[in-house]
């Protein structure tokens, strides 16, 4: 199965240029930081503001305490991607698991658990950001915790709806007329099953992420100075946009182009693993 679904992935031409447009940032990100002559965090009085320059100098230009956009950029790709792909497997463990839960025994135990779902859905973003920065100090970490909290509440409503289509199958009703236990069923039976949905919701959910904490960043509740976010990198440069546009374009760019190969490799993999064209 899993050689079927990397065939169908490869003939999704979108998919694979996105995936491999994806490689190249993550590999750029990891590696221009540690070949390039300047750091993210050492200013150069010499060359504030710094017009970006191909040959012999800094090809993103500088910031206003110069330092080289390029390293800036590449270090706020690696911040953004850490906290989406984090958060993301974070949301979409607790989604899932409490989605199928829900799905799978019904009942009130269904009607509690989405109840819950509900109630934290009317909890407002920002004044809970607020209160766990009063609670626990300017920490990187809340960012994880924050976008955490309420990320995976849209994965759960999804999958539980999901799970109610699956339960009537053949193969569940086999499966519970042997015995299976809930746990087995849900972890062995469900959760396979429920892969391409999954796999799209994690791809959604990491751009959905990255803009969560490019929202925290300009607000002052995301990452803190002198580390950097494309979030972060894009709110500077909204500032400075009409006497150094550069200062935006790079970090703009960027964050549009993981978005928009995130959304592409997510539909993919969707189709690659929908467990009904397997027969195809």
Not at 84 to 107: C, D, E, F, N
Request: glycine share 10%; charged share 15%.
């Amino acid at each position: 199965m899993k050689g079927e679904g990397w065939m169908r992935l490869r003939r999704h031409r979108a998919a694979m240029l996105s995936l491999w447009m994806l490689g190249l940032v993550v590999l750029a990100a990891l590696l221009v930081p540690l070949f390039s002559p300047y750091h993210y965090a050492v200013p150069d009085w010499d060359a504030i503001f710094g017009e970006p320059r191909w040959q012999g100098g800094h090809v993103f230009g500088t910031d206003n305490l110069g330092r080289d956009m390029l390293v800036r950029v590449m270090w706020g790709c690696r911040i953004s991607l850490l906290v989406g792909v984090l958060a993301s497997l974070v949301s979409v463990l607790i989604g899932v698991m409490w989605g199928a839960t829900a799905g799978y025994v019904g009942g009130r135990l269904d009607s509690t658990m989405m109840r819950l779902v509900d109630i934290l859905y009317s909890v407002p973003f920002i004044p809970l950001v607020i209160v766990l920065s009063v609670l626990f100090g300017r920490n990187f970490l809340l960012v994880f915790v924050a976008i955490g909290a309420v990320s995976w509440l849209d994965i759960a409503r999804i999958v539980r709806s999901q799970t109610l289509s699956l339960k009537q199958r053949e193969f569940i009703e086999a499966a519970h007329a042997l015995g299976v236990r809930t746990p087995t069923m849900i972890f062995r039976h469900l959760v396979p099953n429920l892969l391409g949905i999954v796999v799209v919701c994690a791809t959604l959910t990491i751009p959905a992420v990255i803009l969560f904490e490019a929202l925290l960043s300009f607000l002052g509740l995301g990452v803190h100075p002198p580390l950097a976010s494309l979030g972060s990198l894009v709110a500077e440069g909204v500032v400075n946009l009409q006497s150094h546009p550069y200062m935006l374009i790079s970090p703009a760019v960027l964050l549009a182009l993981i978005i928009y190969c995130c959304n592409y490799l997510g539909d993919g993999l969707r189709d690659a693993l929908d467990p009904r064209d397997r027969g195809a």
